[in-house]
T-cell receptor, first 116, second 115 residues
């Protein structure tokens, strides 16, 4: 099984619908992130969480919300999807100081979301 | 985090070494150099990182100049599966405060490995 699993892999939804993207990890990392990738714009941070009780906005959080249900689970919601939220979404994890590793981030395989 | 400059694209013959340069002339003393790659539409993959010493792992080698203003990622024997976008990122490692672990991805270098 992958270290960071995202579901679904692909999703087409209609404008105005609520949609949830899920992420689970087996890395045992404290920190989890949601990024979106658009052609020509690289990866941009939406939300991040350093532990179960910690939620922080990234650079493009408007229109999104997140929930950290457990150390291993971090979900991203689009409350009312709009077409410009069509993108490739990535979940990532990283360890915390003291966890012993400094390998940076581990990314999931991505969710391709299309809003029509 | 310091800004990086990479060539837009590079080509390499299969079996040869691929040397990918990165300029980070404004790097601070506590900033590390990280390299990631992204194979078409997959999640970025960590390759290697370093502070000031050269580093080597099973995937690649990282050569950082003595003044730390530039670095080179070396894939010693490139294969077709190494075709990807390679990102050089400079960031403070495990910083607290406002450096919340954000990775700032630039445009990267598109490496194409030819048969």
């Amino acid at each position: 099984d992958a270290d960071v699993t995202q579901t679904p892999r692909n999703r087409i939804t209609k404008t105005g619908k609520r949609i949830m993207l899920e992420c689970s990890q087996t890395k045992g990392h404290d920190r989890m992130y949601w990024y979106r990738q658009d052609p020509g714009l690289g990866l941009r941070l939406i939300y991040y969480s350093f532990d179960v009780k910690d939620i922080n906005k990234g650079e493009i959080s408007d229109g999104y919300s997140v929930s950290r249900q457990a150390q291993a689970k971090f979900s991203l919601s689009l409350e009312s999807a709009i077409p410009n939220q069509t993108a490739l979404y990535f979940c990532a994890t990283s360890d915390s100081p003291g966890q012993g590793s400094n390998y940076g981030y581990t990314f999931g395989s991505g969710t391709r979301l299309t809003v029509v | 985090d310091a800004k990086t400059t990479q060539p837009t694209s590079m080509d390499c013959a299969e079996g040869r070494a691929a040397n990918l340069p990165c300029n980070h002339s404004t790097i601070s003393g506590n900033e590390y150099v990280y390299w990631y790659r992204q194979i078409h539409s997959q999640g970025p993959q960590y390759i290697i990182h370093g502070l000031k010493n050269n580093e080597t792992n099973e995937m690649a080698s990282l050569i950082i100049t003595e003044d730390r203003k530039s670095s080179t990622l070396i894939l010693p024997h490139a294969t077709l599966r190494d075709t990807a976008v390679y990102y050089c990122i400079v960031r403070v490692f495990n910083a607290g405060g406002t450096s919340y672990g954000k990775l700032t991805f630039g445009q990267g270098t598109i490496l194409t490995v030819h048969p």
